[in-house]
């Protein structure tokens, strides 16, 4: 079993700045694939970003070149850097550990998201 605990959520003005961060604990015996999901009220749940073991990356069209993703793997630690947000992109956000070091393998676990709220 592995937990993941979010944090760095909150409200910010359009145009401001977040850093949401995702920690991974417990029985994770390899390097995975981790990333983040939104899920805005009525929406469905979308893609945000994702990163591989290796560091390659992956972005949602609506968030390229606003939004950074990293990882330290020493610490079992993802991060989303948010920079130019903007009212659409209000969502709780889902951090997500792969089951393989890269995502195409699927999804083993999520986190229970943190609230990210962009005020006109």
């Known amino acids: 079993q592995a937990q993941l605990v979010e944090s760095g959520g909150g409200l910010v003005q359009a145009g401001g700045s977040l850093r949401l961060s995702c920690a991974a604990s417990?029985?994770?015996?390899?390097?995975?694939?981790m990333g983040w999901y939104r899920q805005a009220p009525g929406k469905q749940r979308e893609l945000v970003a994702a990163?591989?073991?290796?560091?390659?990356?992956n972005y949602a069209d609506s968030v390229m070149g606003r939004f950074t993703i990293s990882r330290d793997n020493d610490k079992n630690t993802v991060y989303l850097q948010m920079n130019s947000l903007k009212p659409e992109d209000t969502a709780v956000y889902y951090c997500?550990?792969?089951?393989?070091?890269?995502?195409?393998?699927?999804?083993?676990?999520w986190g229970k998201g943190t609230l990210v709220t962009v005020s006109p």
């Open positions: 997500y550990l792969g089951r393989r070091t890269n995502w195409v393998y699927g999804i083993d676990y």
């Open positions: 417990g029985s994770i015996f390899s390097i995975r694939a």
């Open positions: 990163i591989s073991g290796g560091g390659d990356t």
